[in-house]
């Protein structure tokens, strides 16, 4: 199986090209379970192709499950750490 991924304009992260019969909000996103999975590497990379910006790449689904659990790590310890440095004060909800 394999995914078609892009990297994000805005944060240092990588999303997956998304499956529109499951989800119509957006092309992309950062989830492995909405992205669109191909069973065949060439008609991933014939769509990859037709893709200009952000380098697109083609990527087996083993490979994209490693990258968006590094992610979800990664969101994790940022959320951690910014509760602890909300310091004495964090509980007033105005960070």
């Not at 492995?32 to 083609?58: I, P, S």
């Not at 499950?65 to 964090?90: K, L, P, S, T, Y």
Request: proline content about 0%; some cysteine; overall charge positive.
């Amino acid at each position: 199986m394999y995914v078609i991924a892009t990297d994000s304009r805005r944060k240092d992260e990588v999303l997956f090209m998304v499956d529109r019969n499951r989800q119509r909000a957006s092309f992309w996103s950062n989830r492995l379970d909405d992205a669109m999975k191909y069973g065949y590497r060439a008609a991933a990379v014939q769509k990859a192709g037709k893709l200009r910006f952000n380098n697109a790449r083609v990527l087996t689904l083993q490979d994209a499950a490693r990258i968006a659990g590094d992610q979800a790590r990664e969101r994790e310890h940022e959320r951690a750490m910014n509760d602890c440095e909300a310091g004495w004060d964090g509980h007033k909800g105005y960070f």
